[in-house]
């Protein structure tokens, strides 16, 4: 690795952020509109939203909805 490339760190995130961004997403909120408000890429909020029936199920598991 050169030593000009900075190494990014993973951002976890928790269920409230994601439920929040696929609540937002569903009222009709721009994909980057989203993404600055958390400080995210858009394609993490698409993958995100892609995802929204596997979230769902682990915020019902964790009687977060």
């Known amino acids: 690795m050169s030593p000009n490339v900075a190494k ?13 961004i696929i609540h937002r997403h569903k009222r009709g909120e721009k994909t980057n509109s ?13 993958s995100i ?3 929204t029936d596997f979230i769902k199920k ?3 598991a964790t009687h977060y909805v």
Not at 34 to 46: C, E, K, N
């Open 8 to 20: 990014t760190t993973r951002k976890s995130l928790t269920l409230e952020v994601k439920l929040d």
């Open 34 to 46: 989203i993404a600055r408000h958390h400080g995210l890429t858009p394609s993490i909020v698409s």
């Open 58 to 60: 682990a915020a019902k």
């Open 49 to 51: 939203f892609k995802s």
